[in-house]
């Protein structure tokens, strides 16, 4: 794909400084860039790079002084740089219908602008959407219901029941609907709970890969519309998580729990079962959740406090022993002065 | 299904209170149960559902006052519940039979009354006993051996001479088998060793998805009778778990460490390599084990202390910062009445 | 295989200490062998169980008193134990060319050495290499170039363009090249930035199961040559990963991180983005950088600190309650001295 300086502006409302007819073919880091290329800068940390840098242009946000380089000037240059790249990079999907080597159930109904890859399975009474692309190896149990212009990566599983909307990702490998972790123990071991719930992946969910998303004992597990898992994340049974959350690699939330809305939690956060936690919450990586969280908030540490305490906190740890020892002495001198005190 | 309210109290050895040939259809939570429904309360903090509970029935303990509900009345309404969804909910697999589109070695011994669905590979002079499924893209290495009455979900994977016993789970993604992470400095970088062991999975063992049991060094790494694991665990090489023990998700055990019978880590809790651990250990969520543990303790924190002392140590831990600063005012207050003292 | 002990002290450079004509069979664990088993000392706190050895030999460094055993003395066991167990245990891998039932792309250049297994699918345009094994279910997505002599265990996977270099080894379901987790707010939502960056692993690189290696937005992820992943590690969008690290189970390591080389991280260990990590930098299970690393340290903890120091700080942090309680005491105690002092 090509596009001038000034079609790129209109996409992302921008403004361009400089020459408008420039060609621009690629979207490439501020170190790399070359000729025919376009570059951004979001982070103005990277600013110092803009005088050797080599693009045919630049993303940035007003108030930037880079004289004589052709600009698109405008208000996110970050969002600015992802619809460009997309324009530019990102080939459209084409539609191959069900290719020889997938085995898809009679009784499933995959939509003709959908793509199946060889080594795929579709179960019984599956139903898959427009412009779906199943890449090789993915599995769908019985009774899957897959909306339009989904993308599941290789090797990702949904099992029976389970329902995702529309433009849903799934990264390789994410496992939907698995077994809840649920027994009751019943004097000599464990009697497995059956999880006879599913998972709803509502519109615009992306799951990383190798997470798990496990079906409901009853009911459902449920993660609204916009959330985005990224790798290795685990969501438990019953979990409802609200919409446009970000749940950043290696994180958990146990069973039962529901998340707000506009939440994001760090990698290798784990939110406790049976929690409510509000909307807009913030939890740094590592942050563990024990109690119910209000709205509003950015927390860190186990158990969780405001970040800025946490900073506070945990850069006083190492000196712990310090402190121990220098206690140890007060209460020595402590004890001299009142011995001095009762001698007068 | 269905069954009368009667049968069902038989099913679980409760007590039926109200009327015994009441028609049963499904089991579902107390707050979506409607007519012809049963439900549970097994955590008091449900309780004060109950008066707006529209279910036909509901499963209870001894001792609460439900005036004019229909009830079974036993001893553990949890267990009762399991057994109760499992009986109306829980369909009977059906035998299909090694499905076309499944590759199986001619030297494979599949039972007859197995199931192996589409997209799946057996090895070389595997077993896999009767009542056995392999949903579709289960791969089993040469030499593995599987009892019966196993489900092996989508995309498990159990490596070359593995052994698993009856009535073992593998939820989809689980991976049995793959080589311990062993690598010996030879100066110039690091040289593989190889991992001839293998893993046992004894029987009523379930794996959870994406969850991982290294094959050992030498010798065997074994999950005893019982013992589940949650979805994202790690079981390194030559590790040993008693029976029913019970793992939560994204926890791990570290090489050649032996954990006894019916101890339960919380999640993303850690055990350090070459340990023992006793039995009827609890470690609390994110807890980790750097050293032995001996029998009957409940723990958490890194070190691990008892869990009644991690609680009150890390609800101190907010506030370091401020005990810091006192400190030093004591301390200036201290030196001042030592100069005080010093001039009278 | 069989092997005489001359042989073998000659593969390791030892020497042999006793009968150099005896035949080694086998290698077992210090408390398992038998007859025909050589075995092997690395660990002094194992060297009690010599006593009762009955391995036809021992592999061991010199300065170790054993009277009466046949022994390899030399200078690094482990290694020697590594190497002898490759010779006489590991067999050597077939070359079986593209089995029946693989999916391989007609545009696909598979060297006639290589091995396909059943339930693969080879996209367009795929290089493998001499004496590289696929083994069953592994997907290859278009452009992927994998060199000689790797091994893609079961369920495997490469997205498109990604390059593999020599010996590189992957684990059963580990995921090279998914999408790195980028997605800039727009008002509304999140949108997805494009990721149209590749992975790179170079020559003798290792990644365990269920690990993943996200692809980059804009240029490459890069794991340099010898480094070893353990499972269920997370390797976040262009992060570079030196030589010759190790990077032990469930740790993680987020976007636009350098690591240097010769590091090793413990398990669920933790860099945070955009960091710059030096070499032989040594960090303790759970350890967890927020800002660089210079070289040449052992650190644990979050924040990290020196390993020692974070041993006692931690060591203290369990006597934080009495601490607080004792403070509160010193300081009423302070008190009434001043209260004392000013009736004076």
């Known amino acids: ?54 693009a045919s ?10 004289p004589g ?29 069900i290719i020889p080597g997938a085995w898809v159930a009679e009784s499933a109904d995959v939509d003709k602008l959908a793509t199946v890859y060889p ?10 959407g427009a412009g779906t692309t199943l890449y090789p190896g993915v599995v769908l149990y019985d009774d899957v219901i897959i909306g339009e212009d989904c ?21 390789p490998a994410s496992i939907i609907g698995s077994d809840g972790f649920g027994f009751a123990p019943d004097g000599s071991g464990y009697y497995k709970i059956p999880q006879v719930g599913i998972v709803v992946l509502e519109d615009d969910v992306e799951i990383g890969s190798n997470s798990c998303v496990d079906r409901a004992a009853l009911g459902e597990t449920r993660i609204q519309r916009g959330t985005k898992l990224d790798n290795l994340v685990q969501i438990a049974h019953n979990v409802v998580v609200g919409e446009d959350c970000i749940l950043v690699s290696q994180s ?3 069973g ?26 913030m939890i740094g990586g590592r ?21 800025k305490q946490w900073l506070r906190a945990t850069m006083t740890l190492p000196k712990l022993p310090e402190m121990r020892k220098e206690m140890k002495q007060m209460k020595k001198r402590l004890e001299e002065l009142e011995a001095l005190l009762q001698e007068k």
Do not use: W
Request: some cysteine; aromatic content about 4%.
């Open 1 to 54: 794909m090509m596009a001038t300086l000034q079609q790129l502006a209109d996409l992302v409302c921008g403004e361009v400084c400089g020459d408008p007819d420039l060609d621009i073919y690629r979207v490439a880091p501020i170190d790399k860039a070359q000729e025919g290329d376009i570059t951004f800068v979001a982070n103005p940390k990277y600013l110092a790079l803009l005088g050797k840098c080599q």
């Open 57 to 66: 242009a630049v993303i940035l946000t007003s108030g930037v002084d880079a």
């Open 69 to 97: 380089m052709n600009l698109i000037v405008c208000k996110n240059p970050y969002l600015a740089f992802a619809k460009i790249l997309t324009l530019l990079q990102v080939p459209e999907r084409q539609v191959k219908g």
């Open 119 to 128: 080594g795929c399975v579709v179960g019984e009474r599956v139903k898959i």
């Open 151 to 171: 993308v599941l990566h290789a090797k990702s599983v949904v099992r029976e029941g389970c329902r995702l909307g529309d433009r849903v990702i799934l990264q």
């Open 252 to 254: 958990g939330i146990a």
């Open 256 to 281: 039962s729990t529901r998340v707000g809305n506009h939440c994001t939690f760090g990698g290798q956060a784990a939110i406790a079962g049976h929690l409510k936690v509000g909307d807009n919450v």
């Open 287 to 307: 942050g563990g959740a024990t109690n119910d969280v209000a709205s509003n908030q950015i927390l860190s540490g186990l158990p969780l406090m405001p970040h």
